[in-house]
């Protein structure tokens, strides 16, 4: 567990973004440690895969569960995001810390962009996330390797931003709600598949109602 010292010099040291789609914020922490993980863990992801070591296997996605994994780096990674998604939950309370436990799974994926990848949620996980290992373009498409947000409010026929497409950068990792639906983008028609690695998860939260 991060000393709060510990915790408030690593977020000094980490870059953050807020995005919003409508009242929801998705936020975007960058670092020189999550940077230099990237290709560490996209290593660990693929070899892992190559090795047989499927969970589930969908047209183009390979996913490993990475729950019970605790090699250097993803036991780096996951202190990383237990630690970006403990400061999201601190702005949801006001900067006060609350009473709890924490529970962390994530997974490791390979996978090329589809050309008609479907909306999902991780009901009922508290926050969701993705980071993004390695992104390897045979496309001058820069959108394949992203994520869409979908708009959780109503939108008027005469406005385009129903969803929000984020586009990473190698070592980003994006933290949002678990209820909000997203997907991975989609490729154009004819534009050869682009593969990615990424770790995936969610955060579930159960507050302690005694305290």
Same mark, same amino acid.
């Given at each position: 567990?991060?000393?709060?010292? +510990?915790?408030?010099?690593?977020?000094?040291?980490?870059?953050?973004?807020?995005?919003?789609?409508? %009242?929801?914020?998705? =936020?975007?922490? $960058?670092?020189?440690?999550?940077?230099?993980? &990237?290709?560490?863990? &996209? $290593?660990?992801?693929?070899?892992?895969? +190559?090795?047989?070591?499927? +969970?589930?296997?969908?047209?183009?996605?390979?996913?490993?569960?990475? @729950? !019970?994994?605790? *090699?250097? %780096?993803?036991?780096?990674?996951?202190?990383?995001?237990?630690?970006? *998604?403990?400061?999201?939950?601190? #702005?949801?309370?006001? !900067?006060?810390?609350?009473?709890?436990?924490?529970?962390?799974?994530?997974? !490791?994926?390979?996978?090329?962009?589809?050309?008609?990848?479907?909306?999902?949620?991780?009901?009922?996980?508290?926050?969701?996330?993705?980071?993004? *290992?390695?992104?390897?373009?045979?496309?001058?498409?820069?959108?394949?390797?992203?994520?869409?947000?979908?708009?959780?409010?109503?939108?008027?026929?005469?406005?385009?931003? &129903?969803?929000? @497409?984020? =586009?990473?950068?190698?070592?980003?990792?994006? @933290?949002?709600? !678990?209820?909000?639906?997203?997907?991975? %983008?989609?490729?154009?028609?004819?534009?050869?598949?682009?593969? $990615?690695?990424?770790?995936?998860? +969610?955060?579930?939260?159960?507050? #302690?109602?005694?305290?």
């Amino acid at each position: 567990m991060l000393s709060r010292r +510990d915790f408030r010099h690593r977020l000094r040291a980490t870059e953050r973004d807020s995005f919003n789609l409508s %009242s929801v914020r998705l =936020e975007r922490f $960058r670092s020189d440690r999550l940077r230099g993980l &990237a290709s560490t863990v &996209a $290593r660990t992801v693929t070899s892992k895969l +190559d090795a047989g070591e499927v +969970d589930e296997k969908f047209g183009p996605r390979q996913t490993l569960s990475l @729950v !019970g994994e605790n *090699c250097d %780096s993803t036991a780096l990674l996951r202190s990383e995001v237990k630690t970006a *998604c403990t400061e999201v939950i601190l #702005n949801w309370s006001d !900067g006060v810390p609350p009473a709890g436990r924490f529970d962390l799974r994530m997974w !490791g994926r390979s996978e090329r962009s589809e050309l008609t990848p479907s909306f999902h949620r991780h009901v009922p996980a508290t926050l969701s996330f993705v980071f993004y *290992c390695r992104l390897t373009s045979e496309s001058t498409e820069p959108r394949a390797s992203g994520t869409v947000f979908l708009n959780p409010l109503p939108q008027p026929p005469w406005q385009s931003a &129903a969803e929000f @497409v984020f =586009e990473p950068e190698v070592g980003d990792l994006v @933290v949002f709600p !678990g209820w909000l639906a997203h997907r991975q %983008s989609a490729r154009a028609e004819g534009v050869p598949g682009e593969e $990615r690695v990424v770790v995936a998860g +969610d955060l579930f939260f159960t507050p #302690n109602l005694n305290e």
